[in-house]
C-alpha cells in the first residue's frame, strides 16, 4: 500500500516545487520503500541543494525509507537547523573552487575565467562526461538542468537560478562566498589555460601591425598558444570586473 507523507521544503527550495508546492507542507502518496533522496527529487529538487533532511524531528540520511504518517523537512545549504545529531547531507566544500559546466552556460564559464577561476566548458560536452568530471576532478557542476543534478554519482554541484548572465556570475560568487577569490585577467578566456608573461619578441611575428606598434606587454596561453595584451577591449572588461565586484557589496534580491 503506498504511504503518505506530509512534506515541507525550507527557504529557497521553495522555488524548485512545482507552483501548487511552494511555502507549505503538503502531502505526497508514495510508495513502500521510497527513500527521502528519491521523494525529494521526485518533486524537483536534486539531492545536491539538500543540506539536512529531518523527519518526525530527527535528522536522516538520503537512505531514510519514508513511512505512512512521517512529517518530513528539507532543509537547503546555509540553513541552520536547530536538531541535534544533524546528519549533513551536502558534501564538505572542496579545498580549491574549481567547476564543469554545462554546454548552455558558456558566457558564464567565460566570465568566470575572466575573474581567474578554473572552469572547464565545452559546447559538444555530453551528460555522462559532465558528471564524470565533476568526480573524477573534484569540480563542481553547474548547470541549469536539475534532471543532470540527480545523477547519483554526482556530490558537488548547484543548480543555476538565474537566467541573465550577468546574474549568473553573481549568483555563483555569492553561493559559494567568492568575490574575495577573484584575481582577473589570469586565464585564456577560450580554454581555460593559465596565462604566462611573455616577451614581445617571442610573439612578435605574431602580431598585428599596429599591435606591435602600440603594446609591449603581452601574455601567452601555454595550451592553446592564443596571445593577450591590453587592447582596446581590456577597458571593457575591467569595467565588467568592477561592476561584479560592486554586485558583491550589494544585498542579494530576496
Known sequence: MPHCVEVRFIADLNGLLPPG??????????????????????????HTEIAAIVVNGESVDFAYQVRDGDRMSVYPAFEVVAVSPLVRL???????????LDVHLGRLARTLRLLGFDCVWRNDITDHELATISVDE??????????????????????????????????????????????PFGRCLECNGVLERVAKEEVEHRLP?????????????????RI????????RLAALVEDIRRAGTTPSRT
Request: aromatic share 8%; charged share 30%.
Open 21 to 46: 508546492r511552494r511555502g507549505r507542507a503538503t502531502m505526497v502518496e508514495v510508495a513502500a520503500g521510497t527513500t527521502v533522496k528519491d521523494l525529494a527529487e521526485s518533486l524537483g529538487v536534486p
Open 90 to 100: 551536502d558534501p564538505p566544500p572542496l579545498r580549491e573552487p574549481r567547476f564543469v
Open 138 to 183: 573534484r569540480r563542481i557542476l553547474l548547470t541549469r538542468d536539475r534532471g543532470l543534478l540527480k545523477h547519483a554519482k554526482v556530490t558537488h554541484g548547484y543548480l543555476v537560478r538565474e537566467t541573465n548572465h550577468r546574474r549568473q556570475v553573481v549568483e555563483i560568487l555569492r553561493r559559494f562566498d567568492l568575490f574575495g577569490a577573484i584575481a
Open 209 to 225: 601591425p599596429r599591435t606591435r606598434r602600440d603594446y609591449d606587454d603581452f601574455s601567452t596561453c601555454p595550451d592553446c598558444s
Open 228 to 235: 593577450y595584451w591590453q587592447g582596446s577591449h581590456y577597458d
